[in-house]
T-cell receptor, first 112, second 114 residues
Framework: QQQVKQSPQSLIVQKGGIPIINCAYENTAFDYFPWYQQFPGKGPALLIAIRPDVSEKKEGRFTISFNKSAKQFSLHIMDSQPGDSATYFCAASMMNTDKLIFGTGTRLQVFP | DTEVTQTPKHLVMGMTNKKSLKCEQHMGHRAMYWYKQKAKKPPELMFVYSYEKLSINESVPSRFSPECPNSSLLNLHLHALQPEDSALYLC?????????????FGPGTRLTVT
């Protein structure tokens, strides 16, 4: 019940495409859902995060869609660029806790 | 500013060595974390310090010893490591925002145990 399932494992898109990465959870006590972007040899960078009281959040070209009833959330990258090629991790945590439960990661490659 | 710094960037050590990893943040964050990350895997939580006190130890072997000298610094002391301990070691700190803790990661220390 503590797991966060992430798919796909890898994703290849052309420049300008809209890659979509999906995550699902079981624990309804989760109330904070961040996405991290990680380049090879670097630490994960907080990209965008959402709480269950909203269904969508946009920051620049990155959008999180959240479906509370389905216990699913997804990351959309608009107008993807080769510089977006990285590994993306979704995560979840409960209020007032320090533990982040990470998904397994999605390796995104954007070709010119 | 959400910068967490880590030193060294790379470390090679033998199984009998003693070394330390260092982490620093000057954002006034109340919690600091150590994670271990193997290739193509998500970060795994090792330790959490909250207000300079150890609050979470994820059953980490005693060859890893954390220390939090003050609210800005976090160390990880390494002793008698095994080759399987080779990994990227990440430090993070967090700020509270509406009941959730936003975690910011440092660049990591790439550790190789020979």
């Amino acid at each position: 019940q503590q797991q966060v399932k992430q798919s796909p494992q890898s994703l290849i898109v052309q420049k300008g495409g809209i890659p979509i990465i999906n995550c699902a959870y079981e624990n309804t006590a989760f109330d904070y859902f961040p996405w991290y972007q990680q380049f090879p040899g670097k630490g994960p960078a907080l990209l965008i995060a959402i709480r269950p009281d909203v269904s969508e959040k946009k920051e620049g070209r990155f959008t999180i869609s959240f479906n509370k009833s389905a216990k699913q959330f997804s990351l959309h990258i608009m107008d993807s660029q080769p510089g977006d090629s990285a590994t993306y991790f979704c995560a979840a945590s409960m209020m007032n806790t320090d533990k982040l439960i990470f998904g397994t990661g999605t390796r995104l490659q954007v070709f010119p | 500013d959400t910068e967490v710094t880590q030193t060294p960037k790379h470390l090679v050590m033998g199984m009998t060595n003693k070394k330390s990893l260092k982490c620093e943040q000057h954002m006034g964050h109340r919690a600091m974390y150590w994670y271990k990350q193997k290739a193509k895997k998500p970060p795994e939580l090792m330790f959490v310090y909250s207000y300079e006190k150890l609050s979470i130890n994820e059953s980490v072997p005693s060859r890893f010893s954390p220390e939090c000298p003050n609210s800005s610094l976090l160390n990880l002391h390494l002793h008698a490591l095994q080759p399987e301990d080779s990994a990227l070691y990440l430090c993070a700190s967090s700020q509270e925002r509406g009941g959730s803790y936003e975690q910011y990661f440092g660049p990591g220390t790439r550790l190789t145990v020979t």
